[in-house]
Nanobody, 116 residues
Framework: QVQLVESGGGLVQPGGSLRLSCAASGFIFSNSHMGWYRQAPGKQRELVAS???????NYADSVKGRFTISRDNAKNTLYLEMNSLKPEDTFVYYC??????????WGQGTQVIVSS
């Protein structure tokens, strides 16, 4: 059974940092291109960062230079280091596969709130 369990979110002040983690199970994580997505209530989910099997990373313009995606295949875990956080980074964050890998069932996500 596929599981994606996100953690590490919380309330942080503008300019602060958070590190999100995603524990994956039920599929071959090391063979999957992975990404972090985020979603606001009533809005479409958007991809903000992705990392290939070969560890090539790509970022949305809105987070480039502030967020860093990484993976630990030995731990089947995906990470998102978020620095210089802004109020507009307030979303629920999810991890999942990215094309051409197969999208999996969504986890519960982790809420990030950036506010003073």
């Amino acid at each position: 059974q596929v599981q994606l369990v996100e953690s590490g979110g919380g309330l942080v002040q503008p300019g602060g940092s958070l590190r999100l983690s995603c524990a994956a199970s039920g599929f071959i994580f090391s063979n999957s291109h992975m990404g972090w997505y985020r979603q606001a209530p009533g809005k479409q989910r958007e991809l903000v960062a992705s990392i290939s099997i070969g560890r090539y990373a790509n970022y949305a313009d809105s987070v480039k230079g502030r967020f860093t995606i990484s993976r630990d295949n030995a731990k089947n875990t995906l990470y998102l280091e978020m620095n210089s956080l802004k109020p507009e980074d307030t979303f629920v964050y999810y991890c999942n596969a990215v094309a051409p890998s197969t999208l999996r069932s969504w986890g519960q996500g982790t809420q990030v709130i950036v506010s003073s």
